[in-house]
């Protein structure tokens, strides 16, 4: 692909649609509201950038796959606005570092 791609700013509230529909609560949880098989995502002492919530995702997949294979769930398969959604949710729960 040639050029520029843009992607809209996500919102945070369709953010926790997308968390909440593909089941990302069955294994996290959020303030202490879902699943306790992987951590919770708000307000972590240390807070990532979208590197390392990238690099976090990459490393951890293997282990992620078969954790839903066990729950027989499918992995989701999320498109631009999606993903930049719920990047918006992670951030406003403050899984992701604030600018400045």
Do not use: I
Request: aromatic residues 8%; hydrophobic residues 45%.
């Amino acid at each position: 692909m040639e050029g520029r791609v843009y992607v809209t700013p996500g919102r945070a509230e369709a953010g926790r649609t997308v968390f909440l529909e593909n089941r990302f609560n069955q294994c996290h949880s959020v303030q202490g509201v879902g699943g306790r098989l992987a951590p919770d995502l708000a307000g972590r002492k240390r807070q990532w950038g979208l590197t390392d919530f990238a690099a976090a995702m990459w490393n951890k997949a293997p282990a992620m796959v078969e954790a839903m294979d066990e729950l027989a769930m499918s992995a989701a398969k999320l498109g631009g606005g999606e993903m930049a959604d719920l990047v918006a949710y992670l951030y406003y729960v403050e899984l992701l570092r604030r600018a400045g």
